[in-house]
């Protein structure tokens, strides 16, 4: 907002500037020292944003097209008559009226906020005007200027921030930053709800008081390792000290960060995990429970291994099926938790970890099981599980997972209970197996024949045995989807079945995968496949030994979903590349060593490098000059001591690949939480022309307005001395009998001691300088009119430049033929009609030609005139070229000869304004003009000029 009202205040100057400016700017006439309507028209024709004249009733006068533009029309000439109440929002009719009212009675600029209504949609608009006196009454001039963009821009950045502060204020931890000397520079409002104390009495003071003495030397190795490494470290666990007193533990995750102003500091997230900690204690309390209750249950089992040797023969009929569940049982992956009768976590295994999420077991302690299940099954959990586990001991079924990514982790869930030595209920325990992947759980638990089954038979993957070439086991799953009842599984052939299932082209994927597999000596190898369905499977084969024999254990999981998922990421992840490479500035991504590691298309084309030859290989330094590279550098380091002592966009000069200057505003912004740095650069070469160009404009204007009053104060005193000049003759003609007859009484007469004679003819000879004198005079103030004569022969007419170029020829063809040996025309038949002003078209190439002549300086000087359609422009255009073989123009000064008053002649010669007009009369005909030259061998003008 502040860089709006900064933008409305230059308004404003800049309408008090154009008002003086208007004022030096009136020209001259005899009776009225006001611009007239016309004059002021073509001015506003002129300027660089939309810009209206506006009566005193509210009628637009005159406008030029970027205000046709703005308002949804296609010609400025729809403008006139239109009333402003018709183009306004009905919220800004009354303020515009007042507006108007009060600048018709004041010769004070203004600026305003408006909303204009254009086809249904409303704009807003910074417009700025003043009153202006005209000859024929008074009007106001407004220009104005679209704000959409910067009100848009200003919305977008305050809800971003909105979101970024919620965020940080309601997080569950405590979020700091730490400077390298210890210091709190920030906590997070959760502080005091944490630890007490209010963010003021903390933020400022050293994080080291409010450690426990034992925990701060490692807090302090911590640091150490994190600044060292520059990336993220996690896990640190260490005791802080609450404002009652009391001691709470806390586990942290640090990393660097650099600051806006360049500084390194620490950065990081604190958890509460007092609760866990306790819970610990009581899981080591509960192990010890668990050894003595395993202990126990071993003399249980030696008691039963006597018994089991009496019924071997019971137990031999089972043996090969248990041993088959044994065999799953070990290949599988499983986790292992345990939870108070709360539901608290006390303990889990990695593999839990897996399944969830976490980086490690800590995360997990404390928090009620439920949390680690979709909100569909923690009711189920809550009212079916746990009762069943608490009446009958335990409960085995399937039970999705969550992940803290939000993803549901498809498992087995096995629940029981650990009981004291009373037989009382101490703690749940829970065997957990991902049947996703179907990985054997690390800390497999021996589990009865009853509960392998009930594992075996209750997933939903399709799990099965193969052992010499035949099916010894599947699940019910397996059975289920290919429709196979248990008595006809041993008659199945596996490689049919293989065969009916998969594409060929799968089936030579799954062949060479196991090929692989042997060539490396591996047990356990995957592979992904499509179906004959169109649906995704990823199936596991794991070899082992049953019964002395080489068996291979298969797993097969539907992966259609997470195949699904995948591609919609990938599809995410383009759209947001396609943004990237569609942006409209060149934008790169670079880290701390400054070689670029990402580049979108527009950085290609401006910089003239490929991405292949830029990406990961090329620094971005060398695309931006010393001067520019020296400002950044002065702006890192002033915004190390503030941030607000530097701007983060400014203007900088970019060097493509041929060596070409670009002139544009760089932006360089740090990615938060890395050392990656995203800058991008806006290209202005052409704007910044474009304003040189108006700069020229207004400079020539006012050059034009001090040249008019010259000549006219030039030309005042000249016609006395002129016209004086031819009555002096008649005087000295008068008294010239007298002085005569007085020789022949004195024919030694002498007048300013010389003879009478010599003296008569100087007189004469003075009189004749004097009178060519005053007609120099007047050629120079003639050209000097031409020059600003910018309302003259304004009348245009349409045709071709052929009968121009006769009446050139006539005018100066055998004067230019004097100067040269050979000069030649040439007109194409085939010329297209212009829209141009006949008699200064006509004085341009007069110009062109006769300065053509007075560069010969050989003996076979020739000048030649062409003039034929412009291929390279189109068939609406025309191309003329004035050619010599004279002294040509030296490169020093070739960018200056188009300037006023600029010549390389003598004073007797010329004034210097014979191309400034030629220059000019081209720009009113939209066309251009340009010269080649080489010093002694000859120039060429070229002028393109539109149908």
């Given at each position: 907002?502040?860089?709006?009202r900064k ?26 020292a ?13 300027m660089?944003e939309?810009?209206?004249?506006i009566?005193?009733e ?8 970027l205000?046709?533009g703005?308002?949804?029309l296609?010609d ?11 183009i ?11 507006d ?5 009675e004041s010769?004070a600029?203004f600026a305003?906020?408006?909303?204009l209504?254009v086809?249904?949609?409303t704009?807003p ?7 202006i006196e005209?000859?024929?009454g ?11 963009a ?12 909105g979101l ?7 997080a569950n931890?405590i979020i ?6 210890g ?5 997070s409002p959760?502080w ?9 009495e903390?933020?400022?003071?050293s ?13 302090l190795?911590?640091?150490?390792q994190?600044m ?18 009391s ?5 942290s995750?640090a990393?660097?960060?650099?600051t806006?102003e360049?500084e390194?500091?620490?950065a ?33 089992l030696?008691?039963v ?25 070990d290949?599988s ?7 108070d009768?709360?539901?608290?976590i006390?303990?889990?295994?990695q ?11 800590g995360?997990?302690l404390?928090?009620h099981l439920?949390?680690?299940h ?6 189920q959990?809550i ?13 085995v079924g ?5 992940n803290?990514?939000?993803t549901?982790v ?7 209970l650990?009981r004291?030595?009373?037989?009382l ?6 065997v957990l197996t ?20 009930s594992l075996?038979e ?9 052992q ?9 799953a397996?059975l289920?989807?290919?429709?196979i ?6 008659m199945?052939?596996?490689e049919?079945?293989?065969?009916g299932?998969m ?6 994927q ?8 042997t ?5 356990r190898?995957?592979?992904e496949y ?5 649906n995704?499977?990823?199936t596991y084969v794991?070899?082992?030994e ?9 797993t097969?999981?539907?992966?259609t ?10 599809e995410?992840?383009?759209r ?11 934008m ?12 979108n ?7 003239g ?7 990961g290989?090329?620094?971005?330094m060398p695309f931006?000059?010393e001067?520019?590279l ?7 380091e002033?915004r ?7 701007p ?11 060596g ?6 760089i932006n ?5 939480g ?12 052409e704007l ?7 700069y ?13 009053g010259?000549a ?15 009555i ?9 009998p ?26 004469f ?21 031409t020059?600003?004569?910018s309302d003259?022969?304004?009348e245009?007419?349409?045709g ?8 050139v020829?006539a005018?100066v ?8 040996k ?6 194409a ?9 006949p008699?200064?078209?006509e004085?341009?190439?007069i110009?062109?030609v ?5 560069a ?5 000087s ?8 412009d291929?390279?422009?189109g ?24 300037e006023p ?21 081209v720009?009113?005909h ?9 010093p ?9 000029l539109?149908?």
């Amino acid at each position: 907002m502040n860089d709006m009202r900064k933008t409305k205040a230059q308004l404003v100057e800049e309408l008090t500037a154009l008002r003086e400016e208007l004022a030096r700017r009136r020209p001259p006439a005899k009776h009225e020292a006001v611009p007239d309507r016309a004059w002021l028209s073509t001015l506003v024709d002129q300027m660089v944003e939309p810009t209206v004249m506006i009566d005193w009733e509210g009628n637009l006068v005159h406008g030029n097209a970027l205000a046709a533009g703005v308002l949804g029309l296609d010609d400025p000439a729809q403008l006139p008559g239109i009333n402003i109440a018709g183009i306004l929002h009905p919220s800004s009719i009354e303020q515009a009226a007042i507006d108007l009212a009060q600048v018709k009675e004041s010769t004070a600029p203004f600026a305003a906020s408006y909303k204009l209504l254009v086809n249904g949609r409303t704009v807003p608009i910074e417009s700025h005007g003043t009153k202006i006196e005209l000859a024929d009454g008074s009007v106001d001039l407004v220009s104005f200027q679209n704000v959409s963009a910067q009100q848009r821009t200003v919305r977008e950045l305050q809800h971003q921030e909105g979101l970024f502060k919620s965020m940080v204020e309601n997080a569950n931890d405590i979020i700091y930053t730490i400077h390298t000397d210890g210091t709190l520079r920030y906590v997070s409002p959760n502080w005091k709800s944490m630890l007490g104390h209010e963010p003021e009495e903390v933020i400022g003071t050293s994080f080291m008081p409010y450690i426990h003495p034992e925990d701060l030397p490692a807090c302090l190795a911590f640091l150490e390792q994190v600044m060292a490494s520059g990336t993220k470290h996690e896990g640190m666990e260490y005791r802080v000290q609450h404002k009652d007193g009391s001691w709470r533990w806390h586990m942290s995750n640090a990393s660097t960060m650099v600051t806006p102003e360049g500084e390194t500091i620490f950065a990081g997230i604190a958890r509460d995990i007092s609760e866990r900690k306790q819970m610990e204690t009581e899981l080591r309390e509960g192990r010890r429970l668990l050894e003595e209750r395993v202990r126990e249950r071993t003399r249980e089992l030696e008691q039963v291994n006597r018994m089991l040797h009496e019924e071997v023969a019971e137990r031999e009929a089972t043996a090969e099926e248990l041993e088959i569940f044994q065999k799953f049982a070990d290949a599988s992956g499983q986790g292992f938790g345990m939870a108070d009768l709360d539901g608290r976590i006390t303990y889990i295994n990695q593999a839990v970890c897996r399944f969830i999420g976490f980086d490690h077991p800590g995360e997990g302690l404390g928090r009620h099981l439920s949390e680690f299940h979709p909100e569909e099954v923690r009711q189920q959990l809550i009212e079916e599980v746990v009762p069943t586990v608490l009446e009958q001991g335990e409960w085995v079924g399937e039970m999705p997972m969550l992940n803290v990514d939000g993803t549901s982790v498809p498992t087995i869930l096995s629940m029981f209970l650990l009981r004291d030595e009373q037989g009382l209920p101490q703690q749940f325990a829970a065997v957990l197996t991902d049947i996703r992947e179907r990985k054997q759980s690390e800390e497999a638990i021996e589990e009865s024949e009853r509960k392998f089954r009930s594992l075996a038979e209750s997933t939903t993957a399709h799990i099965s045995i193969i052992q010499d070439d035949t099916y010894v086991y599947a699940n019910q799953a397996f059975l289920d989807y290919f429709e196979i009842e248990p008595e006809d599984l041993p008659m199945i052939i596996p490689e049919d079945m293989m065969m009916g299932m998969m594409t060929p082209k799968t089936v030579e994927q799954a062949k060479s995968a196991w090929e692989a597999a042997t060539e490396r000596g591996d047990t356990r190898f995957r592979f992904e496949y499509r179906d004959v369905d169109g649906n995704w499977f990823q199936t596991y084969v794991a070899v082992m030994e049953l019964d002395d024999k080489p068996s291979v254990l298969v797993t097969n999981i539907d992966i259609t979903e997470i195949k699904r998922a995948q591609e919609e990421l990938k599809e995410g992840e383009e759209r947001y590349r396609t943004i990237f490479d569609t942006a409209g500035t060149g934008m790169i991504s670079f880290g701390q060593d400054g070689v670029i590691t990402l580049a979108n298309e527009e950085w290609t084309k401006l910089s003239g490098y490929s991405i292949a030859e830029t990406v990961g290989k090329m620094s971005w330094m060398p695309f931006f000059t010393e001067d520019s590279l020296t400002r950044m550098r002065k702006y890192h380091e002033l915004r190390s001591k503030d941030p607000s002592s530097a701007p983060r966009a400014y203007e900088a000069q970019f060097v493509d690949r041929q060596g070409k200057i670009h002139d544009g505003i760089i932006n360089i912004q740090i990615v938060p939480g890395t050392q990656q740095r995203v800058a991008s650069f806006q290209d202005l070469t052409e704007l910044k022309r474009a304003q040189r160009e108006m700069y020229r404009a207004d400079k020539m204007a006012a050059l034009g307005q001090i040249i008019a009053g010259v000549a006219h104060e030039i030309n005042n005193p000249n016609n006395f001395i002129y016209f004086n000049l031819p009555i002096l003759k008649k005087y000295i003609e008068a008294i010239r009998p007298m002085l005569e007859h007085h020789l022949v009484d004195d024919p030694d007469l002498r007048i300013l001691n010389m003879p009478y004679e010599d003296f008569l003819a100087d007189v004469f000879k003075l009189l004749e300088n004097m009178e060519h004198g005053s007609q120099r005079i007047t050629g120079i103030v003639s050209e000097l009119k031409t020059y600003v004569r910018s309302d003259e022969e304004r009348e245009t007419k349409t045709g071709t430049v052929g009968p121009v170029i006769e009446r050139v020829m006539a005018l100066v063809g055998k004067q230019v033929r004097k100067m040269v040996k050979r000069f030649e025309v040439e007109v194409a038949d085939d010329l297209p009609e212009l829209s141009m002003n006949p008699g200064k078209i006509e004085q341009l190439l007069i110009n062109l030609v006769i300065n053509a002549g007075q560069a010969a300086d050989k003996e076979d000087s020739w000048v030649k005139l062409t003039a034929r359609p412009d291929t390279q422009r189109g068939a609406d255009w025309i191309e003329i070229l004035v050619e010599d073989n004279g002294t040509g123009i030296p490169e020093e000064i070739r960018n200056q000869i188009f300037e006023p008053f600029f010549t390389s002649k003598g004073r007797e010669t010329g004034t210097g304004l014979g191309l400034s007009i030629c220059h000019r009369i081209v720009e009113e005909h939209g066309g251009s003009i340009g010269v080649e030259s080489t010093p002694g061998q000859g120039t060429t003008f070229t002028i393109h000029l539109p149908a």
